[in-house]
């Protein structure tokens, strides 16, 4: 039969749309089915904060940040403990973009109008032995433009070989199964659902209006991850992280539900690491929802107090912004899905970060006036403040026992001690009177401050947690909330597929969060953030360049 084009992308996020245009620009002919409207173009990349993994940048050198492709190589495989059988390709795969992060991958970017606000981040700081979990510099670049910012370039090149007549968009087609004859993939086929403007993120319509059979010499699935499907969620909770909790909310809309991870797999691609994750334990209630069950995520600063769920410290390391799996472990094992950040309005001002480019309006607009008023505000960032406002997860007190009363009656369990939570927080604040210390929190404050990019926007000045001078006293109850899938499909590191028997299957690919961002488990068991987008960013173009190259 005629061939539709010489390659179908499954997916139109960010790994899709990189993996499209790269085919598109080798002059062979892409079509990109999507299940959701033309609004989504671009996926989770859009809604995302724009972080992104750089090594040795220029703007880590201009703050003084010695890096290199040894220390975060170290850094990388000391977080992803890869310990199976199964973790040969995810390993390569590490080393291949550890290898982009610290090459290529900024001039790549930045030919195609890329920028990166000059204040580098540093994310998942770990607190453990040197090739433990963890960052061991700042290294978590934030796109100018955030999200939308990283997609820009992409879906203009898209529009570009649109306008050729190389690429061709089939919006509301969702594929239901792939099309193999004698073991090769040559398609897709699937429904029509009905057109639906539905605003970005929000759920639309399933409604069938027809079907549809498209023809190519290769099929890239680029379709995904599982986090805005809870029940999927669950089946795959790892038991080393204690039972899944009972109550989540989602970082990612409702359609990024898992299906055509289930259809692949029915195919017979090998789906390897299905029980490695990353959820956050910052999760908050959003008070103006835009999808079901929507959840924002915390970007703190190392200085709130944290408590689990019957008022006890958490134990060191697992302070804010050191390990998330470490923290969600610790956190399930109380038998509660829940916990709370105790902090100052001096805190909150400096410290407190949404994650998401609705959420960072000044970033994600591109301006510097905004930017730099989000900095010497008296109050903290507008959207902070409309949280502390209007968010169901937060209480506002002017001292110790109200709050601790507040914060039983949001969660309905009475586990706090006014008492208990008090005598933590003094011990904690005698801790401030001196530069030398014991408690490991307030070293690490300190260790903060010394980086210059945290000093000035990310870490609040020490200061005593009870002293009215820094109040209102704020309480934030912390959700689980739903984000990213760690495993996928066993791809080699032209990102094509592997069946059950360890043959590459002609014709498939796969790339972003369906491949693990690469390899079946680029990641490991853990994340070192910033690192989710550039993995759709290599994995999407190692197969857009390959299926290109193999297609005649």
Known sequence: ??????????????????????????????????????????????????????????????LGIKDCYDLALQDWMGTAGFDR?????????????????????????????????????WAERGGYDAMGHGNSVPRFHVTWGTGP???????????????????????????????????????????????????????????????FTLRAQAVVVASGGIGGNHEMVRQNWPKRLGEPPKFMISGVPEHVDGRMIGITEAAGARLINRDRMWHYVEGIRNWDPIWPRHGIRILPGPSSMWFDATGKRLPAPLFPGSDTLGQLNYIMGTGYDYSWFILTQSIIKKEFALSGSEQNPDLTGKSW???????TNKGAPAPVEAFKQNGADFIVRDNLADLVSAMNALSGDNLLKADHIKAQIEARDREMSNAY???????????????????????????RILDPA??????????????KTLGGFETDLDSRVFGNSREIIPGLYAAGEAAGFGGGGVHGYRSLEGTFLGGCLFSGRNAGRAAAKAVG
């Open 1 to 62: 039969m005629a061939e539709d084009a010489d390659v179908i992308v499954v997916g139109g996020g960010l790994a899709g749309l990189v993996a499209a245009t790269e085919i598109a620009d080798a002059g062979k002919r892409v079509i990109v089915v999507d299940q959701e409207g033309e609004q989504s173009l671009g996926g989770q990349a859009f809604w995302s904060f724009g972080g992104l993994f750089l090594v040795d940048s220029p703007e880590q050198r201009r």
């Open 85 to 121: 059988d199964d973790d040969h390709w995810p390993k390569r795969w590490a080393e291949a973009y550890v290898a982009f992060a610290a090459g290529e991958k900024r001039d790549w970017l930045r030919a195609m109008g890329h920028r990166i606000f000059p204040v580098v981040g």
């Open 149 to 211: 910012g990283i997609v820009e370039p992409f879906e203009r090149r898209a529009q570009e070989a649109q306008k050729a007549g190389r690429l061709t968009f089939r919006f509301r087609h969702r594929v239901d199964t792939l099309v193999m004859t004698s073991g090769r993939v040559e398609g897709v086929a699937g429904a029509v659902l009905e057109a639906d403007s539905v605003a970005r993120g929000k759920s639309s319509s399933r409604k069938v209006t027809g079907d």
């Open 369 to 375: 006036r905004m930017t730099i008023r989000r900095a």
């Open 437 to 463: 210390v014991k408690d490991a929190q307030v070293m690490n404050i300190h260790n903060a401050r010394r980086y210059i990019g945290d000093r000035l926007i990310r870490t609040a000045k020490p200061h």
């Open 470 to 483: 820094h109040g209102p006293l704020i309480a934030v109850k912390l959700n689980i909330l739903t984000r």
